[in-house]
């Protein structure tokens, strides 16, 4: 799962996020822990102070320093990669029931709706996994949101249950 976490650091007792084989430590922040049991590696994002990130297993480390802006993604190599400016809104737009997306691979667009929503998104056109995808979802239903996202790809969709199929729309535009 995915949660926010605003803490006010106290040397004395240290604040300490145990997830996926990884330590969030605060160290005087706000900062979002996303790990959800399908995705390989955890990713902590930084929306204010510094969050220290290692793996459990290397309590002793002081590991990597993350700063307002940056994502930090611990593989289950035990590496963490850096990445900066990050876009905060989408990383932090869930709390408020939104869905928030700013030139986001199709392929991770996916996976928060499959989240978000319940369903399970199929399509053929690997060349789609890389598409940058911008859109926002703010409290709509999924048939909206579906809807959008196939007339962002000109794509079509269909639905069977949790069921969702996308597929190469026929009509000329």
Do not use: M
């Amino acid at each position: 799962g995915a949660a926010f976490f605003d803490v006010n650091h106290d040397a004395e007792k240290p604040f300490l996020v145990h997830a996926k084989g990884a330590i969030a430590e605060d160290l005087g922040t706000e900062f979002v822990v996303q790990a959800y049991p399908e995705d390989s590696s955890l990713v902590v994002v930084v929306a204010s102070g510094v969050v220290a990130l290692r793996p459990d297993e290397d309590a002793s480390s002081r590991g990597v320093a993350l700063t307002k802006g940056q994502l930090g993604r611990l593989a289950p190599s035990g590496l963490v990669s850096v990445a900066n400016d990050v876009d905060l809104d989408r990383w932090l737009a869930w709390r408020s029931g939104t869905l928030a997306f700013r030139r986001t691979p199709f392929s991770e667009v996916v996976s928060e709706i499959e989240r978000w929503y319940g369903v399970q998104i199929e399509y053929d056109n690997s060349s789609l996994a890389s598409v940058p995808t911008t859109a926002w979802f703010a409290d709509v239903p999924a048939e909206t949101a579906l809807g959008i996202l196939a007339q962002l790809l000109d794509v079509r969709y269909e639905r069977d249950g949790a069921r969702v199929v996308l597929s190469p729309n026929d009509s000329p535009r």
